[in-house]
């Protein structure tokens, strides 16, 4: 039995991660963001020049505008963040009263009372989600396919033209509580350590939940559970915010 809890219907979007950078006075220390000494983001300027990319779809975040402070990106601002830490994750949700949620709390909203494969149902459906296979324009079931099919080293047209959207595009992918991406858009930072030492990797882990737009059929299941560090980012893991009923949110940070 998993608790009562309130979970943000949407991803944090770049827009409100900026406001909260700015409101906390996040400074740039090379090419993140700092609050209190903890890199919380990467400015996705930075990290485009270390791609050797300046525009396009893989544009996502936020940057530090010397004239404004903190800005999503061009054309983010309603998209979920991406390029943050599973620090600026934490931080962000306890400053306004609230906290990540836990990898169960995250399932539980996922698949509803029933226990669903997906938030739509038993049956996986192309098209319900952000995913690979939206952008693929056809199926993208494993591995190999999403290598093939999909990615081709990061240069595939349909890796090329994934980006996030902005939530509320992918209706037909409503979880039974009507909380929005939860599987494709962007993986999400859960609260739980992922202790991976018996696995030859690092006991600090975090989990992450979620295939995001890069998922496709093999790690889509609700209950696939995945890994990160926590000072690490990518361009497609973001994160949502959740609070016990008692808690008080202090601003519109859901």
Same mark, same amino acid.
């Given at each position: 039995?998993?608790?009562?809890?309130?979970?943000?219907?949407?991803?944090?979007?770049?827009?409100?991660?900026?406001?909260?950078?700015?409101?906390?006075?996040?400074? =740039?220390? &090379?090419?993140?963001?700092?609050?209190?000494?903890?890199?919380?983001?990467?400015?996705?300027?930075?990290?485009?020049?270390?791609?050797?990319?300046?525009?396009?779809?893989?544009?996502?975040?936020?940057?530090?505008?010397?004239?404004?402070?903190?800005?999503?990106?061009?054309?983010?601002?309603?998209?979920?963040?991406?390029?943050?830490?599973?620090?600026?994750?934490?931080?962000?949700?306890?400053?306004?009263?609230?906290?990540?949620?836990?990898?169960?709390?995250?399932?539980?909203?996922? =698949? &509803?009372? !029933?226990?669903?494969?997906?938030?739509?149902?038993?049956?996986?459906?192309?098209?319900?989600?952000?995913?690979?296979?939206?952008?693929?324009?056809?199926?993208?079931?494993?591995?190999?396919?999403?290598?093939?099919?999909?990615?081709?080293?990061?240069?595939?047209?349909?890796?090329?033209?994934?980006?996030?959207?902005?939530?509320?595009?992918? =209706?037909?992918?409503?979880?039974?509580?009507?909380?929005? !991406?939860?599987?494709?858009?962007?993986?999400?930072?859960?609260?739980?350590?992922?202790?991976?030492?018996?696995?030859? &990797?690092?006991? !600090?882990?975090?989990?992450?939940? &979620?295939?995001?737009?890069?998922?496709?059929?093999?790690?889509?299941?609700?209950?696939? =559970?995945?890994?990160?560090?926590?000072?690490?980012?990518?361009?497609?893991?973001?994160?949502?915010?959740?609070?016990?009923?008692?808690?008080?949110?202090?601003? !519109?940070?859901?």
């Amino acid at each position: 039995v998993v608790p009562a809890f309130l979970l943000g219907k949407f991803p944090v979007t770049c827009a409100q991660f900026a406001s909260f950078l700015n409101d906390t006075g996040a400074t =740039r220390v &090379g090419s993140d963001a700092s609050v209190g000494g903890v890199v919380v983001a990467t400015d996705v300027v930075a990290w485009l020049k270390t791609r050797r990319e300046s525009e396009g779809p893989h544009a996502v975040g936020v940057f530090l505008d010397g004239e404004s402070g903190w800005a999503p990106h061009r054309d983010s601002a309603d998209l979920p963040m991406t390029l943050v830490t599973w620090f600026g994750a934490d931080l962000y949700a306890k400053r306004f009263g609230a906290r990540l949620p836990t990898e169960l709390e995250w399932e539980k909203a996922a =698949r &509803g009372e !029933d226990g669903l494969r997906f938030p739509w149902g038993n049956d996986y459906e192309p098209g319900r989600a952000n995913l690979a296979d939206y952008w693929a324009g056809h199926a993208v079931n494993t591995q190999s396919d999403w290598d093939l099919k999909f990615s081709q080293e990061e240069n595939g047209p349909a890796w090329l033209a994934s980006r996030p959207t902005p939530s509320g595009s992918f =209706r037909r992918g409503l979880s039974p509580y009507g909380v929005e !991406d939860m599987i494709g858009n962007v993986a999400e930072w859960c609260d739980d350590v992922y202790d991976a030492s018996s696995e030859g &990797g690092r006991a !600090d882990f975090r989990a992450m939940r &979620g295939a995001g737009r890069y998922g496709y059929l093999a790690i889509a299941r609700c209950a696939t =559970r995945r890994r990160r560090a926590p000072e690490s980012v990518g361009e497609n893991l973001g994160f949502r915010i959740a609070v016990s009923p008692a808690s008080r949110i202090t601003s !519109d940070g859901v």
